[in-house]
């Protein structure tokens, strides 16, 4: 089984900085981290980034130039540095992982920015 574990979430103030973390652990062998999306309340899951197994990055046009993914694959870990924080970014941001054609989520951790 793998599983997937977001952190880093929090409150912050608009224009403040958090950083996310997604650890995977377990089945792992095979397993690509492939990015992060999120869901504000009411609102679809929406994507926000996807990176490659060797760091390229590709962001949706809400987060370029303020969000940074990146990994580390020693450690199983993606990381999302978030910059410039809007009250819009307030959502639980989840990663997407995959093992072929199974896809796995975290439980996802809680931004929240105040205005």
């Known amino acids: 089984q793998v599983q997937l574990v977001e952190s880093g979430g929090g409150l912050v103030q608009a224009g403040g900085s958090l950083r996310l973390s997604c650890v995977a652990s377990g089945s792992i062998s095979g397993l690509h981290i492939e990015g992060w999306y999120r869901q504000a309340p009411g609102k679809e899951r929406e994507w926000v980034v996807s990176i490659t197994p060797n760091g390229a990055t590709n962001y949706a046009d809400a987060v370029k130039g303020r969000f940074t993914a990146s990994r580390d694959n020693s450690k199983n870990t993606v990381y999302l540095q978030m910059n410039s924080l809007k009250h819009e970014d307030s959502a639980v941001y989840y990663c997407?992982?995959?093992?072929?054609?199974?896809?796995?989520w975290g439980q996802g951790t809680q931004v929240t920015v105040s205005s």
């Open positions: 997407l992982a995959r093992t072929g054609p199974r896809t796995h």
